[in-house]
T-cell receptor, first 115, second 113 residues
Framework: EAGVAQSPRYKIIEKRQSVAFWCNPI?????LYWYQQILGQGPKLLIQ????????DSQLPKDRFSAERLKGVDSTLKIQPAKLEDSAVYLC?????????????FGSGTRLTVV | AQSVTQLDSQVPVFEEAPVELRCNYS??????LFWYVQYPNQGLQLLLK??????LVESINGFEAEFNKSQTSFHLRKPSVHISDTAEYFC???????????FGKGTRLSVIA
């Protein structure tokens, strides 16, 4: 099966600019996650979607970050305006839920550098 | 909420020596446990997972991990490491298939020739 697709792979922007990342999960995976991985740290959850509804966005900095998952398939994560501390790898993951759960599949990530 | 502790931030080991990377999680009735490996400038790759059944799980490249419920641990072991095993290793846990993975801070394994 095709994996989780993310784009772009790399992005360099200046602080205060805006940026958007795209994720296409594995077909049929109802649950989608966005994680932020700062250099030298483990990934940290930003937001969880179940189909097109938000399940958990408690760690999403809502003053600058937003995410949506229209039609319960693709998802976009946006940062506006970006800060230097947003430099990180942004990972998208998807999974089947409930009794069909078999694990999480991660995309290759988008490496964001804010200068 | 779940939490994961990886006790060693860096582990240097000589080639062909054994290694153990330690992972403890906060207590829960049932958990799913994972080890991921991340090579430099690459994404996360699933190394092995425990969902149910046998408490000893193995990967295709010689790593194994044992789920110990009483000690809330899921330590990763390999009897003989190779230079190519040099990478960052992350332990992760979730309570159910509907909850997010919680990651540890990672252990950097450096294999020395």
């Amino acid at each position: 099966e095709a994996g989780v697709a993310q784009s772009p792979r790399y992005k360099i922007i200046e602080k205060r600019q805006s940026v958007a990342f795209w994720c296409n999960p594995i077909s049929g995976h109802a649950t989608l996650y966005w994680y932020q991985q700062i250099l030298g740290q483990g990934p940290k959850l930003l937001i969880q979607f179940q189909n097109n509804g938000v399940v958990d966005d408690s760690q999403l900095p809502k003053d600058r970050f937003s995410a949506e998952r229209l039609k319960g398939v693709d998802s976009t994560l946006k940062i506006q305006p970006a800060k230097l501390e947003d430099s990180a790898v942004y990972l998208c993951a998807s999974s089947l839920g409930g009794s069909s759960f078999r694990g999480y599949t991660f995309g290759s990530g988008t490496r964001l550098t804010v200068v | 909420a779940q939490s994961v502790t990886q006790l060693d931030s860096q582990v240097p080991v000589f080639e062909e020596a054994p290694v153990e990377l330690r992972c403890n999680y906060s207590s829960s009735v049932s958990v799913y446990l994972f080890w991921y490996v991340q090579y430099p400038n690459q994404g996360l790759q699933l190394l092995l997972k425990y969902l149910s059944g046998s408490t000893l799980v193995e990967s295709i490249n010689g790593f194994e991990a044992e789920f110990n419920k009483s000690q809330t641990s899921f330590h990763l072991r390999k009897p003989s490491v190779h230079i190519s095993d040099t990478a960052e290793y992350f332990c992760a846990v979730s309570d159910t298939g509907n909850t997010p993975l919680v990651f540890g801070k990672g252990t950097r394994l450096s294999v020395i020739a």
